[in-house]
């Protein structure tokens, strides 16, 4: 079993920045994607941001120039800094990892609990 623990949401007002971390840990043989979604409300949840192991990232294009996602995969964590924040980017962000699990072959997909970003105007 793996877990995921975010943290950094919070309160900001717009144009601020904001540093989300998740970590995951538990029966980790290799971490493939890392990555963060978020969920406004009435909205669908979309990607923000990925990256792979190897260190090649994807973003929203409504977020290009202003976040940045990293990963250390010593630590098995993911971050994502997030620049010149909008009243557009308050959402509840999600962490998402898909983990080769100690002593299987596949991948799963895990899910972090989520953390509030809201960004004042």
């Known amino acids: 079993q793996v877990q995921l623990v975010e943290s950094g949401g919070g309160l900001v007002q717009a144009g601020g920045s904001l540093r989300l971390s998740c970590a995951a840990s538990?029966?980790?043989?290799?971490?493939?994607?890392m990555g963060w979604y978020r969920q406004a409300p009435g909205k669908q949840r979309e990607l923000v941001a990925s990256?792979?192991?190897?260190?090649?990232?994807n973003y929203v294009d409504s977020v290009k120039g202003r976040f940045t996602i990293s990963r250390d995969n010593a630590k098995n964590t993911v971050y994502l800094q997030m620049n010149s924040l909008k009243p557009e980017d308050t959402a509840v962000y999600y962490c998402?990892?898909?983990?080769?699990?100690?002593?299987?072959?596949?991948?799963?997909?895990?899910w972090g609990q989520g953390t509030q970003v809201t960004v004042s105007s």
């Open positions: 538990g029966s980790i043989a290799s971490i493939n994607s």
């Open positions: 998402h990892a898909l983990v080769r699990e100690t002593g299987y072959y596949g991948e799963y997909e895990y």
């Open positions: 990256i792979i192991s190897g260190g090649s990232t």
